[in-house]
C-alpha cells in the first residue's frame, strides 16, 4: 500500500514527530525514524540492532544528520529538534515523503534534488542507504552526512565517558564493532555531541533528551550538470554487502509479504505486510517467536497466542506458525505456558492465565490449516495437562470451580491481559472468573474433545465437562436486564462493569450463548464501546472510565484499561458480529464499510502499522507502541473471514 505525505503533511511539528515509519530485520532489530528522517523517541533508530535474537538491542546509529551545500550556502535535509539550538529544519525542502513497504525521500534546493532510499538487511544487523543527486546547476554541490551514534542499550543513556574509536571505517565502542561501507569520502571528525529532544516521549513521563556522539562523516561531491550515486551501509557483521543489494532484496520482501495470504483488499494487503515485521527468530530457542510491539515490547506469551492465527495461518505462514507451537511446547510448565521468555539466566514467568488456553485454540487453528496431525499428537501431551492444572488447581490461583468454570488470580498477581499494576493498587482488579478466560476454556474442552475423535482418542470427558461448563457459564456471566455478559464473578462492583472482554464469548468457534444472546452482546458492545479504530475497555458511563491516556507512568497504568481504545479486540467484535448476522452479504457489506476507517488509522503515527491503544473518549491519535502484533492479526482475521467463501470455523453448534 502505497502512502505519500508531502510538506504540507508535516508542516505542523507534532505531525513532523509522530508519523514514522518502521522496517524490521528478523531478529528483533528495526530501523525507525520520523518521516522527516529525526528522531522523536529515544527508541527511534536508524540502526537498533539484535545481537542476541529477539530482545538484546542496541541503540547503535541513532540518526543522521544531512547537509547540503553549494556556492557557499547550506542547508539540511534532515530534521532534528535540540534540547538546546536551533533544529535542523529539513522538511522544508521535502518534495515527498513515501512509504510503500520500504521509504523513500525526494528533496529539492536551489535547482538540486537528492532522492533517498532506506532498508534493512534480513537477518542481518544492517541498514542501508542511498542518495541519488542531480545537480543541474553550473556549479558543484556537496552533500555531507553525518552519523550519530549512541552504541548503548535500548532505552540506556549514552554519557561522555563513553569511548569511540574509528579505524579506517569501522567504529569501536561499547565492546561492538560498526562496519560503514561507502563510495563517500569517509574521513574521521572531532568527537561531537548533540542532546537531542524527544517530543513523543516528553508528555508521557519518559527520557525527554538523550545524548548523541559522532566521529566521522561522508561526503559526496557532485559536478554541474550531473548524477552522483552516494551508498551508505551501516552493520555489525563480519562484512558489510552492498547497499543496492540490501535495497533490491528488502522490496522484493515487501512485495512478497503482501501477497502472502492472497488477500484482495488492500488494506488487507498492507496488513500482511506489517504481520511480517513482528516475526522474528529466537536464539534462545532455535524457534521462531512474534514481538508484541514496537519500539517498547519483547516477545509475550499471550500476546503470540493471540497475534499468531492472523499474523502467520492467515497469511499462509505455517512453517512459522509450527515453531512458534513448538517453542511453547518446550517451556510448558504446570499446566501453564510462559509469559516471558527467559534469557541469558532469567527464568521465565508465567503469570497468565490465558495464554496456555489459547495455546489449544491455536494448534486447533493450526491443524484445521494444515492438516499437521503429527504436530497435534506431538502437542496432545502437553494440551492434556494444561487442561488437568487447570481443574485440579496451580500458580497464580488458577483452578476450576465445582460449577466447572475457570477461577484466576490471589493477592497483586494479574493474569488476564488487564493486567497493570501500580506497586500495591491494581487498577482494573479482575480476579475472580473472568469472562473471556472461561470462554477460552470452553472452547479448549471443545476443541480437545474434536481433535481426540480426529486422532482417534476418548475424549468423552472434556466432552462432559465443557456441556457443565457451558451451562454453569450461562447462569453465572448472562444479565438479563442489560442484554449482555458480567466481565467476572467475584462478588464486587466491577462484576457487573460494560467490558469489551465479553465479545470473546462470541467470537469463539463454539458458542456458549444462544443466538439471541450473542445478538445482544454485539449490540450492547457496538452501543457502549465500539469506536472504528477499536473497542473502550471500560465504557463511558462507569465512573472509574478515564477519557485520556498520557502523562506519567502512573497516570497512563490508571488509564490502560479503564476506558483506552484497544485495536485488537476490534477483531473479535468484527467476527462476533458476522457471526450473529448469519455471514450474509449484508453484514459482510456493513464490516467491509466500517473497516474503510483503517485506512487513515493506516497514515496515522506508525505508516501502514496499527497501534497498540488510543484514546478512550476521542480515539483519534495512537498511544502506547505504535505498532502492535495482535492489532494487525486480528484485523487480518477479519478480512480473512470477509474473503473466504465458507465460514467454515464458525460452523459449529
Request: glycine letters at 8%; hydrophobic letters at 40%.
Amino acid at each position: 500500500m502505497r502512502f505519500v505525505f508531502g510538506k504540507q503533511d508535516l508542516a505542523d511539528s507534532a505531525h513532523r514527530a509522530e508519523h514514522c515509519f518502521l522496517l524490521t530485520n528478523g531478529l528483533g532489530g528495526f530501523c525507525s525514524q520520523t518521516l522527516t528522517g529525526g528522531a522523536a523517541r529515544n527508541d527511534h533508530a536508524l540502526l537498533m540492532a539484535c545481537t542476541r535474537a529477539p530482545n538484546v538491542r542496541w541503540n547503535i546509529v541513532h540518526r543522521v544528520e544531512e547537509e547540503l551545500t553549494r556556492n557557499g550556502a547550506a542547508t539540511y535535509l534532515s530534521t532534528q529538534t535540540f534540547a538546546k539550538g536551533s533544529p535542523e529544519e529539513g522538511w522544508q525542502n521535502l518534495c515527498f515523503a513515501q512509504v510503500d513497504g520500504l521509504p523513500r525521500w525526494v528533496y529539492q534546493w536551489q535547482g538540486v534534488q537528492v532522492e533517498k532510499e532506506l532498508a534493512m538487511d534480513w537477518e542481518q544487523n544492517t541498514v542501508a542507504l542511498r542518495y541519488q543527486l542531480e545537480n543541474p546547476g553550473d556549479t558543484p554541490c556537496t552533500l555531507t552526512v553525518i552519523p550519530w551514534l549512541q552504541f548503548v542499550p535500548k532505552g540506556k543513556n549514552l554519557r561522555k565517558t563513553q569511548t569511540f574509536t574509528l579505524r579506517g571505517n569501522r567504529v569501536t565502542a561499547a565492546g561492538l564493532d560498526l562496519t560503514v561501507r561507502t563510495n563517500g569520502q569517509l574521513t574521521p571528525c572531532p568527537l561531537g555531541w548533540q542532546t537531542l529532544y524527544y517530543p513523543c516521549d516528553a508528555p508521557d513521563g519518559r527520557r525527554k533528551t538523550g545524548l548523541t556522539a559522532a566521529c566521522l562523516q561522508v561526503v559526496c561531491t557532485v559536478a554541474p550538470g550531473s548524477r552522483q550515486t552516494l551508498d551508505l551501509v551501516f552493520t555489525l557483521e563480519k562484512t558489510a554487502p552492498p547497499a543496492a543489494r540490501v535495497l533490491r532484496q528488502a522490496d522484493r520482501r515487501c512485495r512478497l509479504w503482501e501477497r502472502q495470504g492472497g488477500f484482495r483488499a488492500t488494506a488487507a494487503r498492507q496488513l500482511a505486510q506489517a504481520g511480517a515485521a513482528f516475526i522474528a527468530r529466537r536464539d534462545s530457542t532455535g524457534g521462531k517467536t512474534i514481538l508484541a510491539g514496537y519500539p517498547f515490547f519483547e516477545d509475550w506469551g499471550r500476546d503470540t497466542m493471540i497475534a499468531l492465527p492472523g499474523c502467520t495461518l492467515s497469511t499462509g505462514r505455517y512453517a512459522e506458525a509450527k515453531s512458534i507451537l513448538e517453542t511453547f511446547l518446550q517451556y510448558e510448565q504446570d499446566g501453564l505456558m510462559p509469559n516471558l521468555f527467559p534469557e541469558g539466566k532469567t527464568a521465565p514467568m508465567y503469570n497468565t492465565v490465558d495464554a496456555a488456553l489459547l495455546f489449544i485454540r491455536d494448534v486447533w487453528l493450526y491443524a484445521r490449516y494444515t492438516g499437521d496431525l503429527d504436530f497435534v499428537r506431538r502437542a496432545w501431551p502437553v494440551m492434556e495437562r494444561i487442561v488437568a492444572a487447570y481443574r485440579s488447581g496451580t500458580r497464580f490461583g488458577i483452578h476450576m470451580e465445582p460449577d466447572g468454570l475457570i477461577a484466576a488470580g490471589q493477592g497483586l498477581d494479574q493474569v488476564t491481559w488487564m493486567d497493570v499494576r501500580i506497586g500495591e493498587i491494581l487498577p482494573t482488579p479482575r480476579h475472580g472468573k473472568p469472562v473471556e478466560i472461561n470462554a477460552y476454556w470452553y472452547n479448549a474442552l471443545r476443541m480437545l474433545a474434536e481433535l481426540a475423535a480426529t486422532l482417534e482418542l476418548d475424549g468423552r470427558d472434556y466432552a462432559a465437562l465443557a456441556d457443565r461448563v457451558r451451562e454453569s457459564f450461562r447462569a453465572a456471566f448472562w444479565r438479563e436486564e442489560a442484554g449482555c455478559l458480567r466481565d467476572v464473578i467475584s462478588g464486587t462492583g466491577q462484576d457487573e462493569q460494560i467490558r469489551c472482554n465479553q465479545i470473546w464469548a462470541v467470537a469463539q468457534p463454539f458458542p456458549l450463548l444462544d443466538p439471541g444472546q450473542e445478538a445482544r452482546v454485539v449490540a450492547t458492545v457496538q452501543r457502549e464501546l465500539y469506536t472504528p479504530v477499536g473497542l473502550r475497555t471500560l465504557a463511558p458511563g462507569d465512573p472509574a472510565f478515564h477519557p485520556v491516556y498520557g502523562g506519567p507512568q502512573k497516570e497512563r497504568d490508571l488509564a490502560y484499561h479503564q476506558g483506552t481504545v484497544w485495536p485488537f479486540p476490534l477483531g473479535a467484535f468484527y467476527l462476533a458480529y458476522l457471526k450473529v448476522n448469519g455471514h450474509s452479504a449484508a453484514a459482510r457489506q456493513q464490516v467491509a464499510h466500517w473497516l474503510t476507517a483503517l485506512e487513515p488509522a493506516l497514515r496515522e503515527g506508525c505508516v501502514g502499522q496499527l497501534p497498540e491503544i488510543y484514546d478512550g473518549e476521542n480515539p483519534t491519535a495512537s498511544r502506547g507502541c505504535f505498532a502492535q502484533a495482535w492489532s494487525v492479526g486480528e484485523l487480518l482475521r477479519v478480512y480473512e473471514a470477509l474473503e473466504r467463501s465458507v465460514p467454515d470455523f464458525f460452523d459449529h453448534k
